[in-house]
């Protein structure tokens, strides 16, 4: 099993910045992709940042030249860098990855594991 957790969200106003953090941890054999997502109350979970073992990132289009996503492959990390926040970015931010697994009989598929959720809350 993996166990993700999330740090870093809070209260800002308009125009500031904020940095989440996002440590994996368990019985890693590997990590593949690692990003993060957002929901808000009523809303779909959405894509707000990936990035590849290998660094290749994706972003939404909402966020393209305001945040950035990075990652420490050995911490198992990721990190997500958000400036200029605005009021429409306020929902809870949760991390994503993709990783195996040591397991009592060898190494496991390729799993989805989920963080708790962090709370991002912009003011006008």
């Known amino acids: 099993q993996v166990q993700l957790v999330e740090s870093g969200g809070g209260l800002v106003q308009a125009g500031e910045s904020l940095r989440l953090s996002c440590a994996a941890s368990?019985?890693?054999?590997?990590?593949?992709?690692m990003g993060w997502y957002r929901q808000g109350s009523g809303k779909q979970r959405e894509l707000v940042a990936a990035?590849?073992?290998?660094?290749?990132?994706q972003y939404a289009d909402s966020v393209k030249g305001r945040f950035t996503i990075s990652r420490d492959n050995a911490k198992n990390t990721v990190y997500l860098q958000m400036n200029n926040l605005g009021p429409e970015d306020t929902d809870t931010y949760y991390c994503?990855?993709?990783?195996?697994?040591?397991?009592?009989?060898?190494?496991?598929?390729?799993?989805?594991?989920w963080g708790q959720g962090t709370q991002v809350t912009v003011s006008s």
């Open positions: 368990g019985s890693i054999f590997s990590i593949n992709a």
């Open positions: 994503n990855t993709q990783a195996r697994t040591y397991t009592s009989r060898g190494l496991s598929y390729t799993g989805d594991y």
């Open positions: 990035i590849t073992s290998g660094g290749s990132t």
